[in-house]
């Protein structure tokens, strides 16, 4: 998500890229490559300028109706109530009777903002990072997409009744036990989120915008760069870098603009299923929450894995950072210890890696591989552990290591193969992308293989999430290749 501070930042260093290319040219024209440089990096300034006047703008209007806002109009029937979505803050965020088809998008995020002050949320951080979605994704003074609106998902599924109401359904998809007012809140849950036709998670579970696990089991989202998005796709900027010189004075100045790029992420759909019995459905009082938090781990599992090494958009995955760098400059290997794993090649990577990414770079490997590093000091003298932690250690040459299970841990030097074993590297340049929001829909009926009914409902869920490499360059992939 871009917030005012990246903006200033992006624009900045945009402005420093821009002057850079027009000093060195000096009076001359520019190249024909250079050219196209300049232009694309003062478009893409003038668009980050454009962003961060709508923040500012945002911002200043919510003061505005801060210190203006009466609590309510009087009609004419002296009975009090508010006009729109902005004016009453004692009305009830989940009621939309006053929501108007032309509501504004400071309208439609004040209710957000009202809806997340009263969900029953089960901690603060879940309400800080609700807040946080809102009042970046809902920016803008354009026309509001309600299946695109966080705000109003959150509006829509983010009320006790609403919770209710999807805890029934899962038990018995008729219908038949819901009240009216919960019918209401359902019926409009669906449409107003881009549920497909499922069912919105209520959002005080909903794990794609609370992360009620976050990290558990998937480290890449500890390290790596973590966005939202609205749609099916994230847009960035990267470069190279700017080179930088001396000369003498009156000197011709050595060329060095950089090379602008627009990486993207793309989110792609992955799901999981759970079957249950109908007595289970019936009987069981938390069974919302129990099997929410099934799919969390289900979730936190399979991406903890694709971001390792998801085969990419091709196969409708994400680009898992193993994939991303398998075949690039960024991997290596140490001539001479081919199937063989020493010390020498955990300095190799760490001498690859270029110093600017060193400050914030981290190691990933199989937890057999952090076995094997802690046996390569048999004398107590190489240091390679900075600090020995409960169960992993915790820093390896000084940087910090996690645990990615689905990264190779074991090769055979009978057989010819690549072995991915190690990357160190700034995860900041692997983006995960995070379409906001799940779904579920409820499978009536599962039958065996003879077709025959078992009397179990099936819950189907899904999300959308992508992941890549935006800067190869900021990584080593260490390969410890075997021959037959």
Request: negative net charge.
């Amino acid at each position: 998500m871009e917030t005012r501070e990246s903006l200033i930042a992006d624009i900045a260093y945009l402005d420093a890229c821009i002057t850079d290319i027009h000093e060195r040219a000096g009076d001359a024209a520019l190249p024909e490559d250079q050219a196209a440089d300049f232009k694309a990096g003062v478009q893409l300034r003038d668009e980050k300028r454009a962003a961060l006047k709508n923040i500012e703008d945002r911002h200043a209007e919510l003061e505005r109706l801060a210190a203006d806002k009466p609590a309510a109009i009087e009609r004419g029937d002296g009975t009090l109530s508010a006009p729109n979505l902005n004016l009453n803050r004692n009305a009830d965020p989940f009621d939309f009777s006053s929501l108007r088809l032309d509501s504004t998008r400071t309208e439609v995020r004040d209710r957000g903002l009202a809806a997340i002050e009263k969900a029953p949320f089960a901690k603060d951080e879940h309400r800080e990072r609700a807040e946080q979605l809102v009042r970046y994704l809902d920016g803008g003074d354009g026309p509001v997409t309600p299946k695109e609106s966080v705000a109003l998902r959150i509006a829509a599924t983010g009320s006790d009744t609403y919770e209710r109401a999807f805890g029934k359904m899962l038990a018995d998809p008729s219908g038949m036990s819901l009240t009216t007012d919960e019918r209401e809140a359902f019926t409009r849950a669906a449409s107003l989120t881009s549920n497909a036709g499922g069912y919105a998670v209520p959002v005080i579970i909903d794990p794609t915008l609370i992360l009620t696990s976050d990290g558990s089991a998937n480290p890449f989202r500890q390290i790596s760069r973590v966005v939202p998005i609205t749609n099916d796709k994230w847009k960035g900027v990267s470069t190279a870098g700017v080179t930088a010189s001396f000369g003498a004075e009156a000197a011709a100045i050595t060329e060095g603009s950089p090379t602008l790029a627009q990486p993207t992420v793309t989110a792609h759909k992955a799901k999981a299923q759970i079957n249950y019995s109908f007595e289970i459905g019936m009987d069981y009082p938390g069974f919302t929450s129990d099997m929410l938090m099934l799919l969390q781990d289900a979730k936190d599992q399979l991406e903890a894995t694709k971001f390792a090494i998801g085969a990419g958009d091709g196969s409708t995955e994400p680009y898992g950072i193993v994939t991303a760098l398998a075949g690039t400059s960024s991997e290596i290997n140490v001539a001479g210890s081919e199937g063989v794993f020493a010390a020498v090649d955990l300095y190799a990577m760490e001498e690859a890696l270029g110093p600017r990414f060193r400050p914030n770079a981290s190691f990933v490997a199989n937890k057999a591989i952090y076995n094997k590093v802690r046996q390569f000091d048999t004398a107590g003298g190489a240091s390679l552990w900075e600090r020995i932690g409960a169960g992993m250690p915790s820093q390896l040459l000084g940087y910090n290591a996690y645990e990615a299970s689905a990264m190779d841990g074991a090769w055979d030097t009978a057989a010819t193969a690549n072995n991915y074993i190690a990357i160190l590297g700034d995860f900041r340049n692997y983006v995960i992308a995070d379409r906001i929001g799940m779904s579920v829909e409820v499978i009536q009926h599962v039958v065996d293989g003879d077709g025959k009914l078992t009397g179990q409902r099936g819950l189907l869920a899904w999300w959308r999430v992508g992941g890549d490499s935006v800067n190869d360059a900021a990584f080593t992939l260490l390969d410890n290749p075997t021959t037959a």
